[in-house]
């Protein structure tokens, strides 16, 4: 009997332990349910939402390395120089999602550049906001982008073409048969002041308040395209005006684009100039420009997959002449090596000029 109770004490003091045991357990949580990245594919390429939104993401950009080459005489911006090597590197942030009034996206884009020798500081190219058709911010003046600059070469503004960079509020319309226009208010006082030439590309007036006007119609079919585009500069009071035929004949593509100055002997934004004052006779600064007109042309030639051969001529009302070339080698995708040549001539102060670039790009 004595044993009996022995056993049966043993067994209840192993219950309490065990029943103690268990109440210490630690139970573990039930894990967090994953959420994988999803791709967004309403955009186009690239883009993905970003995670416990509605909102699509997409991130790019590029690293440049380049050198170049300028005989003696370089009237641009930079001066008179020889060689130089030039490198960048290029950060774009796009966002999209879509409302009742259509995609709502904005664009950024932030550089770095290092050349000669010395590090520029961080600059923000772009940085806008689009909806329904309207865009507000900083972009390029929708003077070049509407009609797609002046060619697929790198010194494509050798003669000035139009402004870039600046604040603007533009509606974009596209009526989906070919049919597409623009007008655009754009920052006056973007630029830097530049009041050499006395009404130059870009001049800055504090006291003035009123945009310049960009506005413009376009109809492409059938591998065909015309644009029409006008820019009037409210501080010279002067504008300009191009018209651009594209053709994409399968074997090559081409274009021809014509601009007409409302006074050749003014400089506007419009039709202004990239020189400096060396290349420009003294007492006549509008010979840095166009003068009255300015013309363009391009061939562009897919010899295969991987490379393309390019050539851009102008010329102007003022005298100046260039010519432009290039290859444009893909050896992967994503890769591009890019050897440039331009000349260019200056009949008003009787001098030339050769250039040459050769480019290294990774853009992702």
């Known amino acids: 009997m004595k044993f009996t109770k022995l056993l049966l004490s043993s067994a209840a003091v192993l219950g309490v332990v065990s029943s103690a045991h268990a109440a210490d357990a630690i139970v573990a949580a039930e894990p ?47 001066g008179n120089y020889g060689t130089l090597w030039h490198t960048r590197a290029q950060l774009s942030v796009e966002t999209a999602n879509d409302t009742e009034y259509g995609p709502l996206k904005t664009n950024t884009i932030y550089r770095w550049d290092w050349q000669d020798g010395g590090a520029t500081t961080p600059k923000l190219v772009w940085a806008n906001i689009s909806l329904g058709g309207f865009t507000v911010g900083k972009k390029d003046s929708q003077y070049n982008l509407f009609t797609g600059y002046a060619g697929d070469v790198m010194n494509d503004d050798v003669i000035y073409d139009g402004p870039y960079e600046l604040n603007q509020l533009t509606y974009n319309y596209d009526a989906g048969n070919g049919f597409t226009a ?9 630029g830097a002041d530049t009041t050499t030439y006395g009404g130059a590309w870009v001049q800055s007036k504090a006291d003035h308040y009123a945009p310049n006007l960009v506005a413009g119609v376009g109809y ?20 300009a005006v191009k018209a651009r035929i594209d053709a994409d004949f399968g074997a090559f593509t081409a274009f021809l684009m014509g601009g007409y100055n409302t006074d050749g002997s003014k400089l506007n934004q419009y039709a202004g100039s990239n ?29 295969n997959e991987k490379l393309k051969w390019n050539v851009q001529l102008a010329y102007t009302d003022s005298k100046i002449f260039e010519a ?23 009949d008003s102060v009787n001098q030339d000029q050769w250039a040459g670039i050769l480019r290294f790009q990774r853009s992702f």
């Not at 070339?325 to 200056?346: A, I, Q, R």
């Open 32 to 78: 967090e349910p994953l959420e994988y990245v999803r791709i967004c594919d309403a955009y186009g390429a690239g883009y993905f939402f970003i995670p416990g939104t509605e909102t699509c993401l997409k991130v790019g950009g590029l690293v440049r390395t380049e050198g170049k080459w300028y005989n003696a005489y370089n009237p641009g911006p930079g």
């Open 182 to 190: 623009v007008v655009s208010l754009e920052d006056s006082n973007s």
């Open 220 to 239: 492409k079919a059938s591998g065909f395209g015309f644009k029409v585009v006008g820019g009037y500069d409210s501080i010279v009071e002067e504008g």
């Open 275 to 303: 020189l400096n004052a060396s290349a420009c006779p003294a007492g006549h600064g509008d010979l840095c420009g166009w003068g009255d007109w300015a013309v363009w042309g391009g061939v562009g030639v897919p010899i």
């Open 324 to 346: 432009t070339t290039n290859l444009k080698f893909t050896p992967v995708k994503g890769f591009l090596v890019e050897p440039e040549v331009t000349y260019t001539n200056f």
